[in-house]
């Protein structure tokens, strides 16, 4: 089937809502124009359905019942761990452990492989680009330990400044963590390039997917990242679910995050052995239901193909940009020459969250604020940013409407000049 953003819209039941800039049922209803979905995305019926039908056939707790909904639901469970495996093409699904979200993969990377492996005097080579996910669990460990952070610089035009890469490298350098795809530039970042130079000086690598796994193909093993962190709310899944994918190699040499039921082999009462991995990683009843939505999330894109919705946002990131370049005093941060569906701007003096609340009641949702990027922010001198960010459901005439109610910010604010 050709791609068409307005056959794959039918599948997303709130997108076809109308909202009244009051909320007010009595007022003029108007269609939701969504561009916020570097936030979070809408769900299809499908992965609603997913969900659903678990709770109605299958609810159970996974990996402890021997009756028969115990083990269709563990089944369900692990057939999405290794849906998620098939759709980053990791070796195998033991690779994959089930988070709440990126930030808590991030926090276990730190965690349980930094605690391990770091010690007082190593450092770590962070972007300037990072969101606080990817920032502060590092920044935690460098005070805890004693390792110190090294940053990459990004460029004007929102790139890394890659040719500083070499000069921050020492001997002491264990670990570079970068995001693949900027949540406030778009920027898809050459991780490919960072991976092989870092190898070659015997350095890991961690990947922030959280931006990069909805948006465009990610293979580990082609990119050969040792850690992938990515969030299920991001990619047409669940809120409350993500992954954290760890090459094998370091999976059993890393010491468990959490500690609890599900993640043990044989307790004693003064002391455990470890389940075997993933599971030793995942205290705790999980959330089921999440992950099975996320698998279903994971059938509904791979159907779609991770391809065709990247080309398709290429085209509608260039539409948008060229329509905002038309109106005077916008400012859009960063032109990227790799970029996904995300588009940061300035309307002359005006505050971000004026244009945001402004748009809002035209209908139009953006996110307007620092987009948990603050350093990012100093560094362009200015306290947020408007952003529009983008996904195959989106079409050209939303860009349009966006253009218009943009316009009508500007002579609101500027006094009809
Ligand atoms: N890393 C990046 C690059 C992100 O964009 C985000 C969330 C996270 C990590 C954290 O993901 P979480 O699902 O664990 O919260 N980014 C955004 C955003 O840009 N607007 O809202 C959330």
């Known amino acids: 089937m050709p791609f068409d953003p307005n056959v794959l819209r039918r599948d997303f039941p709130i997108l076809k809502k109308k909202f009244s800039a009051s909320g007010k049922e009595s007022d003029k209803q108007i269609p939701l124009v969504y561009l916020d979905n570097a936030s979070a995305t809408h769900k299809p019926r499908q992965v609603m359905d997913a969900v659903k039908n678990y709770y109605e056939e299958s609810n159970s707790n996974v990996h402890r019942a021997i009756h028969k909904l115990g083990e269709k639901a563990t089944y369900l469970y692990e057939e999405s761990r290794k849906k998620i495996a098939g759709f980053i093409n990791a070796e195998s699904a033991n690779e994959i452990i089930f988070t709440r979200g990126a930030t808590e993969s991030i926090n276990l990377a730190a965690s349980s492989w930094g605690r391990k492996f770091l010690v007082d005097g190593d450092e770590i080579i962070l972007s300037e680009m990072e969101h606080h996910s990817n920032l502060i669990p590092w920044q935690q460990l460098s005070i805890e330990l004693g390792v110190k952070l090294k940053f990459i610089p990004f460029l004007e035009n929102g790139t890394l400044d890659l040719s500083k890469l070499e000069s921050l490298f ?30 070659s000086r015997n ?44 090459k094998r190699k370091w999976l059993d040499q890393m010491p468990p995050y959490q500690f609890g039921g599900e993640m043990i082999g044989s307790v004693w009462l003064d002391r455990a052995e470890w389940a075997e991995i993933p599971y030793k990683f995942e205290a705790g009843t999980p959330n089921v239901a999440g992950a099975i939505g996320l698998g279903s999330a994971i059938d509904y894109l791979s159907k779609i193909g991770m391809k065709n919705i990247h080309e398709y946002e290429i085209k509608l990131t260039a539409y948008a940009r060229e329509k905002l370049k038309e109106i005077s005093d916008l400012k859009i941060f960063g032109n990227p020459p790799e970029q996904g569906g995300v588009l940061s701007f300035y309307l002359g003096k005006i505050h971000p969250h004026d244009v945001g609340q402004f748009l809002d009641n035209e209908g139009i949702a953006v996110r307007a604020g620092h987009h948990c990027a603050q350093p990012l922010m100093r560094k362009l001198a200015v306290p947020a940013t408007v952003r529009a960010s983008f996904y195959f459901y989106n079409t050209h005439e939303e860009i349009d409407k966006l253009v218009e109610g943009i316009i009508k910010v500007r002579k609101f604010f500027n006094h009809g000049i």
Do not use: W
Request: proline share 3%; glycine share 8%.
């Open 170 to 199: 020492s001997d002491r350098t264990r670990l570079v963590a970068v995001t693949q795809m900027s949540n406030v530039f778009g920027t898809i970042n050459n991780v490919k390039e960072i991976i092989r130079f870092s190898h």
């Open 203 to 246: 350095v890991s690598v961690f990947l922030d997917g959280a931006q990069s796994v909805s948006h465009i193909p990610v293979d580990v093993k082609d990119l050969d990242c040792d850690f992938l962190a990515a969030s299920g709310h991001k990619m047409c899944g669940p809120t409350g679910i993500g992954f954290l994918y760890v």
